[in-house]
Protein backbone atom coordinates (compact mmCIF):
# COMPACT_ATOMS: atom_id res chain seq x y z
CA UNK A 1 0.00 0.00 0.00
CA UNK A 2 1.38 2.97 -1.09
CA UNK A 3 1.42 5.57 1.89
CA UNK A 4 2.67 9.10 2.39
CA UNK A 5 2.99 10.50 5.98
CA UNK A 6 4.01 14.01 6.72
CA UNK A 7 5.09 14.84 10.53
CA UNK A 8 6.81 18.04 12.07
CA UNK A 9 4.22 20.50 11.60
CA UNK A 10 3.16 23.02 14.67
CA UNK A 11 3.41 26.65 16.18
CA UNK A 12 6.27 28.91 15.58
CA UNK A 13 6.79 32.52 15.87
CA UNK A 14 7.57 34.76 13.15
CA UNK A 15 10.87 34.21 11.77
CA UNK A 16 11.20 30.97 13.59
CA UNK A 17 12.02 27.27 11.96
CA UNK A 18 10.08 24.02 11.57
CA UNK A 19 11.01 20.68 9.66
CA UNK A 20 8.61 18.82 7.99
CA UNK A 21 9.07 15.04 7.02
CA UNK A 22 7.58 13.05 4.55
CA UNK A 23 7.55 9.68 5.19
CA UNK A 24 6.81 7.02 2.39
CA UNK A 25 5.87 3.73 2.63
CA UNK A 26 4.93 1.19 0.19
CA UNK A 27 7.14 2.49 -2.55
CA UNK A 28 10.79 3.69 -2.88
CA UNK A 29 10.80 7.66 -2.25
CA UNK A 30 14.16 7.71 -4.56
CA UNK A 31 12.08 6.37 -7.79
CA UNK A 32 10.09 9.40 -7.58
CA UNK A 33 9.82 12.96 -7.42
CA UNK A 34 8.29 14.66 -4.29
CA UNK A 35 6.82 18.28 -4.20
CA UNK A 36 6.11 19.88 -1.25
CA UNK A 37 1.99 21.93 -1.44
CA UNK A 38 0.55 24.31 0.64
CA UNK A 39 -3.00 25.18 1.45
CA UNK A 40 -4.11 28.26 3.62
CA UNK A 41 -7.86 28.84 4.66
CA UNK A 42 -9.53 30.58 1.88
CA UNK A 43 -6.85 30.01 -0.79
CA UNK A 44 -5.78 27.24 -3.31
CA UNK A 45 -3.15 24.71 -3.16
CA UNK A 46 0.30 25.88 -4.58
CA UNK A 47 3.46 24.25 -4.62
CA UNK A 48 6.24 25.12 -2.68
CA UNK A 49 9.24 23.13 -3.52
CA UNK A 50 10.19 19.59 -5.16
CA UNK A 51 13.13 18.00 -5.50
CA UNK A 52 13.33 15.03 -9.14
CA UNK A 53 13.60 11.35 -9.24
CA UNK A 54 16.58 11.36 -11.17
CA UNK A 55 20.30 11.18 -9.81
CA UNK A 56 21.42 14.46 -9.07
CA UNK A 57 17.97 15.22 -6.97
CA UNK A 58 17.95 19.24 -8.26
CA UNK A 59 15.46 20.87 -6.55
CA UNK A 60 12.99 23.86 -7.63
CA UNK A 61 11.08 26.55 -5.37
CA UNK A 62 8.60 28.42 -5.28
CA UNK A 63 9.74 32.68 -5.17
CA UNK A 64 8.56 33.24 -2.16
CA UNK A 65 10.21 30.70 -0.35
CA UNK A 66 13.97 30.86 -2.05
CA UNK A 67 16.27 31.14 0.67
CA UNK A 68 14.58 30.15 3.28
CA UNK A 69 12.92 26.63 2.72
CA UNK A 70 15.48 23.49 1.67
CA UNK A 71 14.05 20.53 0.52
CA UNK A 72 16.50 17.21 0.76
CA UNK A 73 16.35 13.43 0.60
CA UNK A 74 17.34 10.74 2.55
CA UNK A 75 16.65 7.86 0.77
CA UNK A 76 18.09 5.51 3.80
CA UNK A 77 15.26 6.39 5.56
CA UNK A 78 13.09 7.32 3.06
CA UNK A 79 11.73 10.07 3.87
CA UNK A 80 11.93 13.85 2.08
CA UNK A 81 12.54 16.86 4.58
CA UNK A 82 11.34 20.63 4.00
CA UNK A 83 13.09 22.81 5.80
CA UNK A 84 11.75 25.89 6.58
CA UNK A 85 13.72 29.37 8.42
CA UNK A 86 12.47 32.71 8.94
CA UNK A 87 8.84 31.61 8.77
CA UNK A 88 6.63 34.70 8.03
CA UNK A 89 2.56 34.38 8.85
CA UNK A 90 1.55 33.95 5.19
CA UNK A 91 3.57 30.73 5.39
CA UNK A 92 0.91 29.37 7.37
CA UNK A 93 -1.08 26.55 5.98
CA UNK A 94 -1.61 22.96 5.96
CA UNK A 95 1.72 21.35 4.44
CA UNK A 96 1.33 18.46 2.33
CA UNK A 97 3.81 16.35 0.34
CA UNK A 98 3.34 14.34 -2.79
CA UNK A 99 5.23 11.71 -5.02
CA UNK A 100 4.69 11.91 -8.84
CA UNK A 101 7.60 11.09 -12.00
CA UNK A 102 9.26 14.38 -11.52
CA UNK A 103 11.84 14.54 -14.08
CA UNK A 104 12.83 17.91 -14.12
CA UNK A 105 13.37 20.78 -11.60
CA UNK A 106 11.14 23.26 -13.38
CA UNK A 107 7.97 25.16 -12.69
CA UNK A 108 6.14 21.92 -14.07
CA UNK A 109 7.04 20.44 -10.75
CA UNK A 110 4.68 22.67 -8.74
CA UNK A 111 1.67 21.99 -10.26
CA UNK A 112 -0.57 19.43 -8.46
CA UNK A 113 -1.45 17.15 -11.45
CA UNK A 114 2.12 16.08 -12.13
CA UNK A 115 1.78 14.04 -8.73
CA UNK A 116 -0.25 10.44 -8.38
CA UNK A 117 0.36 10.78 -4.47
CA UNK A 118 -0.68 12.66 -2.02
CA UNK A 119 -0.02 12.75 2.19
CA UNK A 120 -2.91 13.66 4.33
CA UNK A 121 -0.99 16.78 5.41
CA UNK A 122 0.27 18.79 8.55
CA UNK A 123 -0.76 21.69 9.86
CA UNK A 124 2.10 25.11 10.42
CA UNK A 125 0.98 28.03 12.06
CA UNK A 126 3.14 30.77 12.05
CA UNK A 127 1.81 33.64 14.99
CA UNK A 128 3.36 36.04 18.18
Known amino acids: QVQLVESGGGLVQPGGSLRLSCAAS????????IGWFRQAPGKEREGVSC?????????YYLDSVKGRFTISRDNAKNTVYLQMNSLKPEDAAVYYCAAGEILDADPICLVIEEYDYWGQGTQVTVSS
Open 51 to 59: IVSSGDSST
Open 26 to 33: GFSLDTYG
